[in-house]
């Protein structure tokens, strides 16, 4: 037989448990940053998301500290592991956020893997077909895509690198530079919108001084598979404080989603 101290413990072990299963949210949300940027990036969006979920802000290959150290494929299962990540720990709904590129690899991933319940584009951005037609880099487009028809994706190729007006300077390898920057590939947000694999509810913020706001609507969010539940946003913001000023109107629209 047990002894007290063993009965007490199991007992004290039990309300324990029984007190994080009931206090977990039903609800997570991986949160993506933008280009140049880094995991806590977007931390005064994160930290009022709503009361339902949790969240994780993750380091993706575009932040200011990579700076595309890997694909774009391997980004997408980076965000794949996080998302299986809250799977395994019992999130019933797990959602994407992602600002600016976070909201480009937020769509890319929808072309690839069907396993979120509802996804959130903060001004999107990073637009490689923009950056195709003003002629931008297409010598290193070519460079690249013979280095890795020849077997040598792995060698660097020097890059311009766009971002809200600014640019910089970029060294990655071919492999990594030609999944990003290819006019027809994982970037063009216009084609991912058309590829989704699944319908699943997708809430589009805009602001009314960012670059994209008189194309968004018409050329990604229309473009994506019809739900009950999707909404497009626009609010009084330019790209980089979309995310802080429309925190209410995000919690709100999650609030609305199916449980």
Known sequence: MLNMKKIIAIFILSLTVNFAIAGQKDCAIVVMHGKWGSASSLGFFSSR?????DYKEIEL?????RLYDKPYPDA????HLQVNHFRSEGYKR???AGH???ANAALAYLTIFDDVDGVILLAPGHTPK???NRQMNLSTLEQAQELIKNGRGSEKVNFVDFNQGRTESQRASAESFYSYFNPEGLGDMSRSAKLIKKSVPILMVVGTKDPLFSTAEQNIYLMTPKNPYSKYIVVEADHGSTPNISVSQVNDWIATLPK
């Open 49 to 53: 998301l709503t009361d339902l979920c």
């Open 61 to 65: 290959p575009w932040s200011k500290n």
């Open 76 to 79: 997408i299962n980076e965000i």
């Open 94 to 96: 797990v959602l994407l």
């Open 100 to 102: 600016s590129f976070g």
């Open 130 to 132: 923009y950056m195709f």
